[in-house]
């Protein structure tokens, strides 16, 4: 089976610009999230799709942080603009979704962002 | 909301030995608790997971316990091997939305086995 695709894997950006991420997630996984991990510190979840919806964004920094999901399969995280503290491992995953407990999340290698 | 602590930060530990990892939570009806190995330049990796309706569960070399009184989980490695080297984190589902991805993770402990 094969796992969560994510690319770039590294991105060096100066501050003020754009950068974008790509994520495939597992085959048949409804559930995909983005989580921010920062040096030193556990992932942070950033948004949370089921399907093509927003279930949780709550921790999205919506002025610069944006994310879509059409047709529920492969999603975009785009920052615009960039700052210094955005610097980080950005992890995206995926699982079965729904209620189900048995539902594990599978994550992807991450893209390390680099600003500059 | 809920938060979670891990301790120790780093633990180095000789092969064949026993290591340990405690964490700690704050909202009581978290319910699912999950245990992940990251290794360099690599996703997390769910190794073992315990629910809050049970108190331990083992997989070969791995057991986590949980003590919800007291809301902690700990997580125990024995026997110990060089490939046993990752950062391990625990996780904690509030009692919000269905999935199982949306986690509340500790800081993480940087394991390191000598051989």
């Known amino acids: 089976e094969a796992g969560v695709a994510q690319s770039p894997r590294y991105k060096i950006i100066e501050k003020r610009q754009s950068v974008a991420f790509w994520c495939n997630p597992i085959s048949g996984h409804a559930t995909l999230y983005w989580y921010q991990q920062i040096l030193g510190q556990g992932p942070k979840l950033l948004i949370q799709?089921?399907?093509?919806?927003?279930?949780?964004d709550s921790q999205l920094p919506k002025d610069r942080f944006s994310a879509e999901r059409l047709k529920g399969v492969d999603s975009t995280l785009k920052i615009q603009p960039a700052k210094l503290e955005d610097s980080a491992v950005y992890l995206c995953a995926s699982s079965l979704g729904g209620a189900s407990t048995k539902s594990e999340a599978f994550f992807g290698q991450g893209t390390r962002l680099t600003v500059v | 909301g809920e938060n979670v602590e891990q301790h120790p930060s780093t633990l180095s530990v000789q092969e064949g030995d026993s290591a340990v990892i405690k964490c700690t939570y704050s909202?009581?009806?978290?319910?699912?608790f999950p245990w992940y190995k990251q290794e360099l330049g690599k996703g997390p990796q769910l190794i073992i997971d315990i629910r809050s309706n049970v108190g331990e569960k083992k997989d070969q070399r791995i057991a986590v316990t949980l003590n919800k009184t007291a809301k902690h989980f700990s997580l125990h490695i024995t026997e110990t091997q060089p490939e046993d080297s990752a950062v391990y984190f625990c996780?904690?589902?509030?009692?919000?939305?269905?999935?199982?991805?949306?986690?509340?993770f500790g800081k993480g402990t940087k394991l390191s086995v000598k051989p």
């Open positions: 996780a904690a589902k509030p009692p919000t939305g269905g999935s199982q991805g949306n986690l509340i």
């Open positions: 799709f089921q399907n093509n919806g927003v279930v949780d």
């Open positions: 909202d009581s009806a978290s319910n699912y």
